[in-house]
T-cell receptor, first 112, second 116 residues
Framework: GQQLNQSPQSMFIQEGEDVSMNCTSS?????WLWYKQDPGEGPVLLIA?????ELTSNGRLTAQFGITRKDSFLNISASIPSDVGIYFC????????????FGKGTTLSVSS | EAGVVQSPRYKIIEKKQPVAFWCNPI?????LYWYLQNLGQGPELLIR????????DSQLPKDRFSAERLKGVDSTLKIQPAELGDSAVYLC??????????????FGPGTRLTVL
C-alpha cells in the first residue's frame, strides 16, 4: 500500500538537543497528523494539523502543515530520554474518520 | 475513560492454522479500523467500519481474511489459513465518526502475530 516519505529513518542524539523530522507526499492531504509509538504499544496522537501553513505546538513538540499541502515537519526541542520511540506522520485526503496513510517512521534514540 | 482494548496481545501459530483477533473500541466510537503493521513500516488500513457496515475493505485480502462487527461495537478479524507472511502486528483503532471535525483515531496496543 501507499506510504508517505518520512525522513530521517533514524536519529541518535544527545539529551537536550533539538530534533527535526519531516514527511512528504506526491499527493495533497487536507490533514496531517503526528503519532509516537513505544515498543509493544499502539501509536499515540501527538499533534493534528488541519490547515495549510498551520503551526501547532504541544509542549516541546511543534509541527507545521506545509503550504503546498504535500508535506509536514515535526520538531522536538530539548529532547529528554522519554522522547525515545518511533514517530510516524500520517496524512488524510478526505473528511475526518476516513483512512490515514502513514509514513515508515523515524526511530529516535536519546542518550543521556 | 478506557482505551481501545485488543486481545490477545501475542499469538504464535503454525502456518495453515486459523487465528482470530478481538477488538473493543472506546465507548461511543462509531468508527472502527483494523490496520496491519509490518516490521519497520507504518500501519496500513485493512478495513474500516461505520457502525456495523464495512465501508472501506478494499485493502483486505478477502481470500483468507475476514472481519465482522456485530452490533456495531466489538469487532473480530480472522485469518484462515494463516501464511508465514502474515506475521505482523494487527492494530485496532476507533474514532467518533466520519466527518466530525477534529475526530481522530485512537489506537489499541495491537496483537503481535507470529506464524511458524
Amino acid at each position: 500500500g501507499q506510504q508517505l516519505n518520512q525522513s530521517p529513518q533514524s536519529m541518535f542524539i544527545q539529551e537536550g538537543e533539538d530534533v527535526s523530522m519531516n514527511c512528504t507526499s506526491s499527493s495533497i492531504f487536507n490533514t496531517w497528523l503526528w503519532y509516537k509509538q513505544d515498543p509493544g504499544e499502539g501509536p499515540v496522537l501527538l499533534i493534528a494539523l488541519y490547515k495549510a501553513g498551520e503551526l501547532t505546538s504541544n509542549g516541546r513538540l511543534t509541527a507545521q502543515f506545509g503550504i503546498t499541502r504535500k508535506d509536514s515537519f515535526l520538531n522536538i526541542s530539548a529532547s529528554i530520554p522519554s522522547d525515545v520511540g518511533i514517530y510516524f506522520c500520517a496524512g488524510r485526503r478526505y473528511q475526518a474518520g476516513t483512512a490515514l496513510i502513514f509514513g515508515k517512521g523515524t526511530t529516535l534514540s536519546v542518550s543521556s | 475513560e478506557a482505551g481501545v482494548v485488543q486481545s490477545p496481545r501475542y499469538k504464535i501459530i503454525e502456518k495453515k492454522q486459523p487465528v482470530a483477533f478481538w477488538c473493543n473500541p472506546i465507548s461511543g466510537h462509531n468508527t472502527l479500523y483494523w490496520y496491519l503493521q509490518n516490521l519497520g513500516q507504518g500501519p496500513e488500513l485493512l478495513i474500516r467500519y461505520e457502525n456495523e457496515e464495512a465501508v472501506d475493505d478494499s485493502q483486505l485480502p478477502k481470500d483468507r481474511f475476514s472481519a465482522e462487527r456485530l452490533k456495531g461495537v466489538d469487532s473480530t478479524l480472522k485469518i484462515q489459513p494463516a501464511e508465514l507472511g502474515d506475521s505482523a502486528v494487527y492494530l485496532c483503532a476507533s474514532s467518533l465518526g466520519t466527518g466530525v471535525p477534529g475526530n481522530e483515531q485512537f489506537f489499541g496496543p495491537g496483537t503481535r502475530l507470529t506464524v511458524l
